[in-house]
């Protein structure tokens, strides 16, 4: 679903990224680790299409599309996108209103006819035990009364909640280890140290 090849990325004339390697298949969850100023955050926004952020070399497939061919909203509608870590609210336009501009967004983007409001309505009302989401949150604004959540993260426990197949460490531009979720255990009790040294 996703191949990274050689990316290397820079900011303000400075190599950030030296080359990371990474594929991602279908259904499989990864998570990258790092300490600070490891090339995390420029990873995400790099692949998101943020401007300020150079491609020196290396190619990023995703679904086999060239991304970095594509603009930012076209990664959007992708499912390419970034969210903030510590959202501003929406007031006037619902949870459910916002999902079917972005849920039709990407159909449209994939050729696929948009989903009526009624259409809409059944296929959440549907999902909503999957995730365990109160109906309710369907008609509040979007982003009112979130506590913000981590997008780049530097709490280990967020793995508690969002089980990982893979797991990777990032220091110094490049992956420097890759592995299952035993992995975030071991940074968790040994911290980077040994892996990024």
Same mark, same amino acid.
């Given at each position: 679903?996703?191949?990274?090849?050689?990316?290397?990325?820079?900011?303000?004339?400075?190599?950030?990224?030296?080359?990371?390697?990474?594929? #991602?298949?279908?259904? =499989?969850?990864?998570?990258?680790?790092?300490?600070?100023?490891? %090339?995390?955050?420029?990873?995400?926004?790099?692949?998101?299409?943020?401007?300020?952020?150079?491609? =020196? +070399?290396? &190619?990023?497939?995703?679904?086999?599309?060239?991304?970095?061919?594509?603009?930012?909203?076209?990664?959007?509608?992708? %499912?390419?996108?970034?969210?903030?870590? @510590?959202p501003v609210s929406i007031p006037g336009v619902s949870n459910v209103?916002?999902?079917?501009?972005?849920?039709?967004?990407?159909?449209?983007?994939? %050729? =696929? =006819?948009?989903?009526?409001?009624?259409?809409?309505?059944?296929?959440?009302?549907?999902?909503?035990?999957?995730?365990?989401?109160?109906?309710?949150?369907?008609?509040?604004? #979007?982003?009112?009364?979130?506590?913000?959540?981590?997008?780049?993260?530097? @709490?280990?426990?967020?793995?508690? @909640?969002?089980?990982?197949?893979?797991?990777?460490?990032?220091? +110094?531009?490049?992956?420097v280890a890759s592995g299952g979720p035993e992995l975030a255990l071991?940074?968790?009790?040994?911290? @980077? &140290?040994?892996?990024?040294?």
């Open positions: 679903m996703l191949q990274i090849r050689d990316l290397a990325v820079s900011v303000d004339d400075k190599t950030i990224l030296k080359g990371i390697n990474l594929t #991602v298949n279908a259904g =499989e969850v990864h998570a990258i680790m790092g300490p600070n100023g490891s %090339g995390k955050s420029v990873l995400t926004r790099t692949l998101s299409g943020d401007p300020q952020y150079r491609v =020196e +070399r290396g &190619q990023v497939l995703f679904k086999q599309r060239n991304l970095l061919e594509l603009e930012p909203e076209e990664r959007a509608r992708l %499912g390419v996108f970034l969210g903030f870590q @510590y209103q916002f999902l079917k501009a972005a849920l039709n967004a990407q159909r449209e983007a994939c %050729g =696929e =006819e948009p989903l009526d409001a009624m259409q809409l309505l059944e296929k959440v009302r549907e999902l909503l035990p999957l995730v365990d989401l109160n109906p309710a949150f369907l008609q509040r604004a #979007v982003n009112d009364g979130f506590s913000g959540g981590e997008i780049i993260t530097h @709490y280990q426990r967020l793995l508690n @909640y969002v089980k990982p197949d893979v797991v990777h460490i990032l220091a +110094r531009g490049k992956i071991e940074v968790e009790q040994k911290g @980077y &140290q040994h892996l990024a040294a």
